[in-house]
């Protein structure tokens, strides 16, 4: 039998409202904060969907997203399906509306140049009208309502975080990478730091072969005057922006250390970086991208 409190119940989020309103933004930052999330679903089929009630199964929040143009949207039967699943023990479902003023809908849509999805070859403002009336019901009937009329992306964005950042499934999650310049930079890192100011073992008899993995190149390293400070600046720097990341409602930050061949100085910084992570109570994912590219002393350049 499912736990009646709300922390071992599933959250279901309805996520509907006006055309324009913001409806993708909303599902994009709720999948950023965790939630599982989906768009233009028929809710007749969020049964199926979610399954009957078991225990055993992770129960990861889910949003999701429908409007006017989704297969089988009567709002009447919609309210009633969700009134059948909220008696579900297992379930706490919530429907958010997404409402915005008339003028303001016919702006955004004059702007893109988009087609109200109601509207056929009659003006903007028809389709507009057309879809609040049919609408209104379940306007009247959610649980929360909010106006972007007054909204820019950003301040949507916002207000979503705050209003169910609580319900965020996981921690952020945090990856240390290491890479080389002369191979590409990552197209994905948040933070890259260049390790390139390091002696390079590359041009040392007997590190060349070996990587950053390797304890005698690591003790190269810190044997390199440089390596300390620069490293506790790199780290106590990381530390201070993690939480103000998680506050933002990021899913994962990527922090990246490159060298110029991405074997030796970059490996032991991220090696390094990690097990400080570790040591400050995180979870880093460690990736090393060219570990396995050979050692060349073209791309090295010279000593």
């Not at 509907?16 to 809710?43: C, M, R, Y």
């Not at 950003?154 to 207000?159: H, S, T, V």
């Not at 002696?199 to 040392?204: E, F, G, S």
């Not at 201070?240 to 100085?265: D, M, W």
């Amino acid at each position: 039998m499912a736990d009646d409190s709300p922390a071992d119940r599933q959250h279901i989020l309805l996520v509907t409202g006006l055309s324009g309103a913001g409806k993708t933004t909303a599902l994009q930052v709720l999948e950023d904060l965790g939630w599982e999330a989906i768009d233009n679903f028929p809710i007749r089929l969020v049964g199926r969907l979610i399954g009957p009630p078991n225990p055993e199964a992770t129960r990861h929040p889910l949003a999701i997203g429908f409007d006017s143009r989704t297969r089988g949207f009567v709002p009447e039967e919609i309210i009633g399906k969700v009134k059948d699943l909220s008696r579900r023990p297992d379930l706490v479902v919530t429907t958010l509306f997404l409402d915005c003023n008339s003028g303001e809908l016919e702006r955004r849509y004059n702007e893109t140049r988009r087609r109200h999805p109601m509207a056929a070859d009659r003006p903007v403002r028809t389709g507009i009208q057309a879809e609040r009336e049919l609408l209104e019901p379940l306007r009247r009937w959610a649980d929360a309502v909010i106006d972007t009329s007054n909204f820019s992306s950003n301040d949507l964005q916002q207000a979503i975080r705050g209003q169910f950042a609580d319900t965020a499934p996981r921690e952020m999650a945090i990856i240390v990478s290491s890479f080389g310049f002369a191979r590409g930079t990552p197209p994905l890192a948040d933070l890259v730091f260049d390790m390139r100011f390091l002696d390079n073992p590359h041009w040392v008899d007997g590190l060349r072969e070996q990587t950053g993995l390797d304890a005698a190149v690591g003790d190269h390293i810190e044997r390199d005057a440089s390596f300390a400070p620069v490293f506790a600046q790199i780290r106590d720097l990381v530390l201070t922006l993690i939480p103000r990341y998680e506050a933002q409602g990021k899913s994962y930050v990527n922090i990246a250390f490159g060298c110029t061949g991405g074997r030796h100085r970059s490996v032991y910084a991220a090696q390094r970086f990690a097990q400080a992570l570790r040591e400050a109570g995180f979870s880093p994912t460690v990736i090393h991208r060219n570990l396995g590219s050979r050692a060349a002393d073209e791309i090295e350049g010279p000593q």
